[in-house]
């Protein structure tokens, strides 16, 4: 299985509590496209939130956060680490 890194832009202002509820929606359906994510980040001042996962694909991990309702505007492949 592959790790990726998605961003989210825009979301200017989020709290910790939206960031957990965003996170909830991806863990309640990520099985039906079998991506698990992992975790995630997020800069209320900037509105950036970063998710990492694993998946069959980058096309699955946006599948998942287009069905709970929070697109990605990009989604990376992320092959190496250390």
């Known amino acids: 299985m592959a790790r990726f890194m998605d961003v989210h832009r825009g979301m200017k202002g989020i709290t910790a509590d939206q960031l957990v509820q965003a996170h909830q929606a991806d863990l309640a359906i990520e099985q039906e496209e079998d991506v698990h994510f992992e975790h995630a980040w997020a800069?209320?001042?900037?509105?950036?939130?970063?998710?990492?996962?694993?998946?069959?694909?980058?096309?699955?991990v946006q599948r998942i956060h287009e069905r709970a309702g929070h697109r990605a505007d990009e989604v990376h492949a992320v092959p190496l680490s250390i």
């Open 43 to 60: 800069d209320p001042e900037s509105g950036i939130v970063y998710c990492l996962s694993e998946a069959p694909s980058a096309d699955a």
